[in-house]
């Protein structure tokens, strides 16, 4: 299979230029002007931008949570990705009680195994971290092909002071990067219990449970540790000002903690909870949203450099059937999460982009190239000889209305329900092969079920 795309706009993390754009078998073969090659597929792509895939690398698919699972199978997840220009995504592999590292991946790959669609690649959440388990972080790291590792601060399954440092000087060591759910446990059981006396439990306590302060101290916390074994740290799913102070803070001492954020951090706010006839559970999502502060400030760290990564923390649940499927008398009770792996790209170009918030090429780094290299993903995020030919042609122009009917996410809604994008994908190639396309008011799934690969890893190689 081969594929020319002709006199598009090839975007980079430095620049742009238009160029011609060839990939055979999978691969990236030639790039220049007035390409003189013959193809299966030629495509004008005059106006139109040569992005490479979005990589989502913070999604929960089918994950079991308070009871239930989250919706979107390896199947559904990555069909939604497609649609929205995402060409591989990096899957939260939780590990259950007396697993190995290798027997939690081994299951998960089962799992996605004859259903992804986009390649995929998985990081183990450490939940049982025995001294075995420990130790085998040089094998995830050298051998299995997973050289980042989910520790929680929070929740039941949360990791002690003691295992995160022993995590870090581990994964110092074989280049593996420790990633961190970053709110402090006991704020949030001081507040639920104060809320719970008050009964203050409709959705929007949710928020007031978990305070930026909660996030701000964990990330403090967590880079002293950092500083002190001289490894590094990701915080995932950044969402306040003052946790964007920690993390610029540490990073200013020299100190490798690296960061991203999600759209929802960056376009909705706290208000969204108040929402009539317990909408507000819609967003029930830990971290919560925050004010509009936070978002002014999140834009501000993305485009100087303090966040390095946009994912989504996809997670979703139905909001009839799932998230009240515990009832409506306690924020407690919902499950948390929210679906946002399909409207990734065009919320980041509208948002970001369109609005001036940050270049176009900043934007290519924090959802691809800068991403690639984050996770030692060394054939994907860019548009160059060699990768991987996971392709976009995007029109900065197209216009779209968000509305759950139209997406493709196994969910009954969308948290940007009406709202309006410009700049959509036209056409999306995973490994060369076409596998979504716009049809004039939607994008439509053309890839094949199964065809995603399980891609390994490299260590952790500097940022």
């Known amino acids: 299979m081969s594929v020319l795309l002709k006199s598009g706009t090839v975007v980079t993390t430095s620049g742009r230029y238009v160029a011609d754009v060839y990939a055979e078998d999978g691969k990236i073969k030639s790039i220049g002007t007035n390409l003189d090659k013959k193809a299966d597929e030629v495509v004008n792509c005059k106006g139109k931008y040569i992005l490479p895939g979005t990589i989502d690398p913070h999604t929960h698919i089918a994950m079991p949570f308070m009871g239930t699972y989250s919706q979107d199978d390896f199947e559904t997840g990555t069909i939604a990705a497609a649609c929205g220009g995402v060409t591989c995504l990096v899957d939260f592999d939780m590990q259950m009680k007396g697993e190995s590292l290798l027997d939690a991946i081994e299951r998960q790959k089962a799992i996605a195994d004859g259903k992804a669609c986009i390649d995929y690649s998985l990081h183990p959440a450490v939940i049982d971290p025995r001294p075995e388990v420990i130790e085998e972080v040089k094998k995830a790291c050298l051998q299995y092909g997973t050289p980042s590792f989910k520790i929680f601060m929070v929740y039941d399954f949360r990791v002690d002071d003691g295992t995160m440092i022993r995590l870090l000087e581990e994964t110092k060591k074989y280049g593996g990067l420790v990633q961190v759910h970053a709110e402090n446990f006991y704020m949030i059981q001081h507040m639920n219990a104060v ?30 540790m950092v500083e002190m074994t001289g490894s590094r740290i990701y915080i995932v799913h950044l969402s306040s000002k003052e946790g964007l102070w920690k993390v610029k803070e540490a990073r200013d001492r020299g100190v490798q903690v690296y960061a991203e954020t999600c759209p929802q951090y960056l376009v909705l706010d706290e208000s969204r909870y108040k929402e009539p006839k317990w909408n507000g559970a819609k967003y029930v999502m830990s971290p919560p949203l925050r004010t509009k502060e936070s978002n002014v400030a999140l834009w501000e760290g993305l485009r100087g450099g303090d966040i390095q990564v946009v994912a989504t923390d996809h997670c979703p649940f139905d909001f009839k059937g799932k998230k009240d499927m515990f009832g409506k008398d306690d924020y407690k009770k919902i499950p948390n999460g929210a679906p946002g792996i399909e409207t990734l790209l065009m919320l980041l170009h509208s948002e970001g982009v369109v609005k001036g918030r940050i270049t176009l090429e900043r934007m290519v780094d924090v959802l691809a190239t800068g991403t690639a290299r984050m996770f030692g993903l060394k054939d994907k995020g860019e548009i160059a000889v060699g990768r991987d030919a996971d392709v976009v042609v995007f029109d ?36 060369g092969e076409k596998v979504a396309e716009w049809t004039g008011d939607q994008m439509k799934f053309v890839g094949k079920p199964g065809r995603g690969r399980f891609v390994k890893r490299e260590p952790f190689q500097g940022f």
């Open 195 to 224: 809320l719970a006396k008050e009964k203050k439990l409709a959705p929007y306590y949710h928020a007031v449970s978990r305070p930026n302060l909660a996030e701000e101290e964990a990330i403090y916390r967590a880079s002293k």
């Open 396 to 431: 900065p122009k197209a216009k779209f209305t968000i509305t759950q009917k139209k997406l493709h996410m196994n969910v009954d809604y969308t948290p940007y329900e009406g709202m309006t994008v410009t700049g959509m994908p036209m056409l999306v190639y995973s490994r």
